[in-house]
């Protein structure tokens, strides 16, 4: 199995060079040449086998020779150990036909654990058979960093140094960032919004030396390895609910577009997805793209579910790849044109998008109002992430197919938002009821790349 980058111009990968790598140096993202089949007998297998099965599956013909048989099944196994439900990825019904995914069961409460965890294991294994390190930086506006730093604790060939904007994230996210023991953990709080956070560690990449030097690694969400981890789920749901035999369509609460790019590789795989429902808050600019609009960047406004306020959605790039017929330089372009505030999509290629994504976008008020509802209907607590997701579904369910709508955060994350929605306050579960209390340890940092770039030298290990 063979990656190459979305911009046509970075040398073709193994998985485990992409992996290891994140961002093709092209400043594209990497994809997979071809992508493997599997079939209705294949899939019909899944059903009443574990998670941990159905993962073996799904990523096995990804990954190639980079890990043998056995290496990557205790890496799934070790990943998913400290799930605290047996399902992993559970489901609950929340009415006729519609179903409620909840993907935060993992360490750190969101469903980047599934990715991040299994990462953890797989960057572990492959380095320590070269007998590598690599330093990780991340830029997070919570959730990738504390996943990251709970997947990373710990792990003797990797330092891992997270960068949050000082007092912009919520208490149990930074709670989680600096709270971990471990000597390779690294929590900064830099003096600077999200924006900055990202730009920073974008330098960072682009300073060949610097990233050469230390051995950068990247896993934020347009590492290859993360969308690969996120498809296992569509598949393990798809199953439960009937599949191959019956279709289903599944709704995903969206930002940077890594997960419901998953769910349109779980379709090309030969899943029976009906439809892939993207689902905005008011960040809305993949709603306004899918609607026809063009991609035209605008203001983030920050809204009750900050995990999906963004103006450039990093995967969407993956996903014009595929709409421009994977011509890299066609991509390219477009990229160019995005500096300078936007592009509009060729009517080909809009074609090609409308045929797999249908889309909806959630004012703040509704998103309230759903989180409400949906208890009131059905007892279920929704993170506001997850109330985007349900409101766009109950628009575009359709009878006779079944509606699975994606829960990316557990409510104990976004405590204010759920609190003001419904006058709960939902509680940590009883495995890290302890947070408040354990001590903090961060380093709050300027936004100034020299200045990054020196303390990450001085405070990696060896
Ligand atoms: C990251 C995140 C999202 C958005 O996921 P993408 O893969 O970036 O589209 C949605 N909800 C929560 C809680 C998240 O942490």
Redesign the pocket.
């Known amino acids: 199995m063979r990656y190459v980058s979305t911009r046509g111009q970075a040398p073709v990968l193994t998985f485990e060079d992409t992996m290891l790598t994140g961002l093709a140096r092209d400043g594209g993202l990497y994809v997979p040449e071809t992508i493997p089949q599997i079939d209705a007998a294949d899939i019909a297998a899944m059903d009443g086998q574990s998670y941990e099965q159905i993962a073996y599956t799904v990523m096995r013909p990804f990954v190639g020779d980079t890990f043998t048989d056995d290496e990557f099944r205790a890496c799934i196994d070790r990943a998913y150990a400290g799930f605290g439900h047996a399902a992993r990825a559970p489901m609950v019904q929340l009415d006729q036909g519609h179903f409620l995914l909840e993907l935060f069961h993992g360490p750190t409460l969101?469903?980047?654990d599934f990715a991040m965890q299994l990462i953890g294991q797989l960057f572990q294994t492959a380095l320590a058979r070269r007998g590598d390190r690599v330093t990780i930086v991340g830029a997070t506006s919570?959730?990738?960093g504390s996943a990251a730093i709970e997947a990373f604790r710990g792990l003797s060939n990797v330092d891992v140094f997270i960068l949050y904007p000082h007092g912009r994230v919520s208490e149990v996210q930074r709670r989680q960032m600096t709270t971990p023991v471990e000597d390779n953990v690294h929590a900064l709080a830099l003096d600077g919004d999200f924006d900055d956070c990202q730009a920073r560690l974008k330098d960072m990449f682009n300073d060949f030396d610097f990233r050469d030097g230390v051995g950068l690694a990247g896993v934020n969400?347009i590492n290859w390895a993360r969308v690969l981890a996120q498809v296992v789920y569509y598949f393990s749901s798809a199953v439960a609910l009937g599949a191959p035999a019956r279709k289903v369509s599944f709704t995903?609460?969206?930002?940077?577009?890594?997960?419901?790019f998953a769910g349109y590789i779980a379709k090309r795989m030969g899943l029976p997805i009906d439809r892939l429902v993207v689902a905005t808050n008011q960040n809305d600019i993949l709603h306004r793209c899918l609607a026809g609009q063009g991609y035209h960047k605008g203001d983030t406004i920050p809204s009750i579910?900050p995990?999906?306020d963004i103006q450039v959605?990093s995967?969407f790039e993956r996903a014009l790849f595929d709409a421009y017929g994977r011509d890299g330089g066609a991509v390219a372009q477009l990229m160019d044109e995005l500096k300078s505030g936007g592009f509009d999509v060729s009517q080909g290629a809009m074609q090609a998008l409308q045929e797999h994504y249908a889309s909806g976008r959630v004012s703040e008020d509704d998103t309230s109002a759903q989180i409400a509802a949906t208890l009131a209907a059905t007892t279920e607590l929704l993170?506001p992430?997850s109330a985007v997701g349900v409101h766009v579904a109950e628009h575009q369910r359709v009878a006779g197919t079944p509606m699975i709508t994606l829960a990316?955060?557990h409510p104990a994350?976004f405590p204010a938002a759920v609190e003001a929605a419904t006058s709960l306050h939902p509680p940590l579960p009883p495995r890290m009821a302890d947070l408040y209390e354990r001590p903090e340890r961060l380093t709050r940092v300027p936004n100034d790349l020299d200045a990054l770039k020196a303390h990450i030298i001085a405070h990696r290990a060896q």
């Open positions: 969101a469903f980047k919570g959730d990738t969400s995903v609460p969206t930002g940077n577009f890594g997960d419901i579910s995990s999906m959605s995967n993170c992430h990316t955060a994350k």
